[in-house]
């Protein structure tokens, strides 16, 4: 039989243990959401880049009407 003492380190250690394992899965999430966001602004800076190829080209066009 455990001796209250020993089941109080027991429960210590356990708690220490998920202490380790929430801090683990909050730094896992932080770049989660780090990798997402940059991934989202890679992708629109690529359509905002897409669209001032595409605007200098109209301009090209409308420039020869002139």
């Known amino acids: ?3 209250d003492k020993d ?3 027991s429960f210590n250690g356990i708690l220490q243990g998920i202490e380790y394992y929430v801090v683990l ?3 896992l999430l ?3 959401i ?3 966001e940059a991934h989202s602004t890679a992708f629109y800076k690529g359509l ?3 669209n ?3 605007r200098s080209a109209f301009n090209g066009i409308l420039q ?3």
Do not use: A, I
């Open 30 to 32: 932080y770049l989660k």
């Open 48 to 50: 905002s880049e897409k």
């Open 64 to 66: 020869g009407f002139e």
């Open 52 to 54: 001032k190829d595409k």
């Open 1 to 3: 039989m455990l001796k």
């Open 7 to 9: 089941k109080r380190s």
């Open 25 to 27: 899965l909050r730094f």
């Open 34 to 36: 780090k990798t997402s």
